[in-house]
């Protein structure tokens, strides 16, 4: 059992991993058709986010970045 800290606005709470990707699976279905991305990954410490973006390129560019950084992010995208 892997434990990970989630921060959310301005308070950190600890849970297992399993709980925090289940969450934020459920956010991605939530956001179904918007192009923004919703948590940022980095050693077990997930940021949970509200970065919306006008257009699949923005969020994209914006993705590409956090990546650079070494984060994995989590993100939900308009297909049109």
């Given at each position: ?12 709470y600890k849970m297992e991993k399993k ?62």
């Amino acid at each position: 059992m892997t434990n990970a800290i989630v921060l959310l606005k301005d308070h950190g709470y600890k849970m297992e991993k399993k709980k925090a990707l289940k969450m934020i699976e459920d956010l991605i279905k939530e956001f179904k058709g918007s192009n923004v991305i919703l948590a940022i990954e980095k050693n077990n410490v997930f940021e949970m986010r509200n970065d919306k973006f006008n257009c699949a390129y923005d969020l994209l560019t914006a993705t590409q970045d956090w990546i650079k950084r070494g984060y994995k992010v989590y993100y939900a995208r308009c297909m049109m």
